[in-house]
């Protein structure tokens, strides 16, 4: 059983979240790709940002893209999992940030209904990246996706 199971917390990106054994927990490099996600998304060159969040789990990165955002952007964040999908539009609709959407389904080879996006965040690693999200990034779009073996 995994130490955070444990001890009943995990810290991530500076803060202290509880978490049971139905909880994902973060691994270490996800910090490194929420932090490089959300640089890009503070200087973005698109005045109306379009991100999309692939492998949402909880909608926490969802929720601080769209904060960061702002109304003038948009972020649809994707579970393939229907149960976090369910919990993660739960959670975030506590935030109330009518341009975030949560929806489940299978995006580990793009989503194309909300293309061009400006942003693509990936929370899983991939063996090589999806040439179908490469070509639903925007002119200067950036592709934030662990690649190599999980």
């Known amino acids: 059983m ?4 444990q001890e009943g917390t995990v810290n991530f ?9 139905s909880t ?15 640089e890009l998304a503070k200087m973005y060159l ?3 940002p379009r991100i999309l969040d692939v492998g949402t789990g909880s909608g926490w990165v969802a929720a601080l893209l769209a904060e960061l955002v702002g109304s003038r952007g948009s972020v649809i964040g994707i579970e393939r999992v229907p149960q976090l999908a369910d ?10 940030f009518p341009h975030l959407r949560i929806l489940s389904g299978d995006a580990s080879h793009g989503w194309p209904s909300g293309a061009l996006y400006d942003i ?4 899983a ?16 779009g950036r592709l934030i996706i662990p690649v190599g073996e999980p």
Request: aromatic residues 8%; positive net charge.
């Open 2 to 5: 995994p130490r955070a199971y």
């Open 125 to 140: 690693a991939t063996p090589a990246i999806p040439t179908e999200m490469k070509q639903e990034l925007a002119p200067q």
């Open 46 to 48: 698109s005045d109306r």
């Open 24 to 38: 994902l927990i973060p691994r270490p490099e996800t910090e490194q790709l929420v932090e490089r996600t959300v």
């Open 120 to 123: 693509i965040h990936v929370a």
């Open 13 to 21: 990106y500076g803060f202290d979240f509880r978490v049971n054994s």
């Open 87 to 96: 919990r993660a539009k739960k959670i975030t609709e506590l935030f109330h």
